[in-house]
């Protein structure tokens, strides 16, 4: 017996140490699952529901209120935080590329288009044997068809060609063996502002140089375009327009051709006209028949354009807020001059209304229109000036 207990007692100091080593490897075990489980379970979560996209998972505690899928959320957020950031560097996200394009690699982005015609075959860096490195946009009914053919030749091929047809008609001007080149856009009804806040867009007409955007009612005989164009560089203008022939009938003295200059940008009018010698209509001012725009005034003035003013009336007096100092880079080119033919073929697209002939209520729009556009800068203007906290009464911009 004295044998049996002694052996009894010295077996339990090794009992006790074994259940200690075993417990202390429990608690570590327990520890390491307790830290990996919320990770486990969440991947396996998400990868069962991108199988499965057509379950719902969720399971809502009614005690608590809270669901599975929600307690899984936050054990994401919180213990895969590292995981999160390896997978958000290896997705594209560039904040400088154009809107709606951040998710690009910058070197695949092109925003800017051109109106150069393509083939249909071959090697695209091929297609081009000239890019032509100027535009110009006339309005056109087919009525004017021999004044255009004539405009048309004055520009070289240095030169893209868009009509825009406000009459529908487009097949009857391919007896003209330019026009197989040019570019054709038809809308019946339509001003040639109407089409340029919609074709001209600035991004996609960005390589060009200068865009000449005219009526078709001028006559061409003493101009050539790339003459224009020399002058124009000479003289630093960025937006312009060809001398009138005081005989084609006049608007503004400013716009009137002289005849011993190549260029001039201010003139003396009716002395309530002029509030100041650097303003319109005495300078920094030219018409809406025949502007011509550097590819930079262009983006500027095109924003400016409303879109839903059709006729452009007011935007001459406004033209001065794209360039600075607008009385030194807004001009009229003398050597190379045009006459105005005042042909009232698109006042005459309009409807009768009331007893009034088609193109009283066409010129009645532009003076409303004019008006409106006034009152929107104004606004525009004080509403700036007022968000910096400035009184637009104060401000050194002249109105």
């Keep these: 017996?004295?044998?049996l207990l002694l052996s009894s007692v010295s077996r339990k100091p090794n009992e006790s140490m074994r259940l200690i080593v075993t417990t202390f490897f429990g608690v570590i075990l327990g520890f390491l699952i307790g830290v990996s489980f919320p990770t486990l379970s969440t991947t396996r979560c998400n990868i069962t529901s991108a199988l499965l996209p057509g379950i719902d998972f969720a399971y809502e505690d009614k005690k608590t209120g809270l669901s599975t899928q929600t307690a899984l959320n936050v054990f994401s957020m919180k213990n895969s935080s590292s995981a999160h950031n390896a997978s958000d560097t290896?997705?594209?996200w560039v904040p400088s590329n154009?809107?709606?394009?951040?998710?690009?690699?910058p070197e695949i982005v092109r925003a800017e288009s051109d109106l150069y015609f393509r083939r249909l075959w071959g090697n695209p860096k091929e297609d081009l044997t000239y890019e032509p490195k100027y535009l110009v946009a006339f309005t056109v009914g087919y009525d004017?068809?021999?004044?255009?053919?004539a405009a048309v030749k004055k520009f070289s091929e240095n030169f893209t060609i868009v009509l825009f047809h406000y009459d529908g008609r487009t097949t009857e001007w391919d007896e003209f063996e330019w026009s197989k080149k040019a570019i054709h856009i038809s809308a019946r009804r339509q001003t040639k502002w109407w089409y340029a806040k919609r074709f001209?867009?600035?991004d996609i007409v960005a390589q060009y140089d200068y865009i000449f955007i005219w009526d078709e009612d001028l006559g061409v005989e003493h101009f050539n375009a790339e003459e224009y164009i020399k002058l124009v560089r000479k003289h630093g203008l960025e937006i312009s327009q060809p001398g009138l022939d005081p005989n084609g009938g006049l608007t503004w003295q400013?716009?009137?051709?002289?005849?011993?200059h190549e260029v001039h940008k201010e003139t003396e009018e009716r002395l309530s006209w002029c509030t100041d010698p650097h303003l319109p209509p005495c300078a920094a001012f030219v018409e809406i028949m025949a502007p011509v725009f550097s590819r930079d005034a262009w983006r500027c003035v095109w924003h400016m354009m409303q879109n839903d003013l059709v006729h452009g009336w007011g935007l001459d007096f406004a033209l001065r807020k794209c360039v600075?100092?607008?009385?030194?880079?807004?001009?009229?080119?003398d050597a190379q001059w045009i006459v105005h033919q005042s042909v009232p073929s698109l006042g005459n697209q309009g409807e009768s209304d009331n007893g009034k002939a088609p193109w009283q209520g066409v010129r009645e729009r532009c003076r409303n229109e004019w008006r409106m556009f006034q009152d929107r800068f104004t606004s525009a203007e004080n509403a700036y000036y007022q968000s910096l906290g400035i009184n637009p009464s104060n401000s050194s911009e002249p109105h």
């Design 1 to 3: 017996m004295g044998v």
């Design 90 to 92: 290896s997705k594209i």
């Design 98 to 105: 154009p809107r709606g394009a951040e998710r690009l690699p």
């Design 144 to 149: 004017q068809s021999k004044n255009i053919d």
């Design 200 to 202: 001209l867009h600035p």
């Design 254 to 260: 400013m716009t009137k051709r002289r005849v011993d």
């Design 324 to 333: 600075e100092p607008s009385h030194e880079k807004i001009g009229v080119v």
